[in-house]
């Protein structure tokens, strides 16, 4: 993003979702080469999936939003209402302790209204 910016920042948005294209194609294809999850295996891996999703979502197109879906239906849902409210926690802590970080892939004007 930073090295991107630096030469244009006309060019960010376009750059970036194509390199989020290719991140969530491949993603979607190593997920579907897993033959089985532990249960943990298969949170973690919901979790990390739904936490890129996220933190790139400006930049998300509607192939990078199919290759997404496409790697979290690879997963085995989450049986327990425990494993939902995990998945739920341990996200929002992601996202509160990366706050800064993440604000570097959001627009400006989102930025604003969020402070």
């Known amino acids: 993003h ?3 910016f ?8 376009r750059v970036l979702s194509r ?7 491949e993603l979607s ?3 579907q080469c897993v033959s089985s999850f532990s249960r943990h295996g298969a949170l973690q891996a919901r979790l990390e999936i ?3 999703r996220d933190a790139v979502a400006i930049y998300l197109t509607e192939e990078s939003r199919s ?12 049986s327990s209402g425990a494993d939902k409210k995990l998945m739920e926690d341990l996200l929002n802590e992601f996202k509160s302790s ?3 970080q993440l604000t570097c892939f959001q627009t400006p004007s ?4 969020k402070t």
């Open 50 to 52: 739904c936490a890129l």
């Open 6 to 13: 630096t030469i244009s920042k006309e060019l960010v948005p």
């Open 67 to 78: 290759s997404f879906k496409q790697a979290l239906e690879a997963l085995p849902q989450l």
């Open 110 to 113: 989102s930025v604003m209204m």
């Open 29 to 31: 294809r190593l997920m």
């Open 98 to 100: 990366m706050h800064l």
């Open 2 to 4: 930073a090295e991107v």
């Open 19 to 25: 390199i989020v294209e290719a991140v969530a194609e």
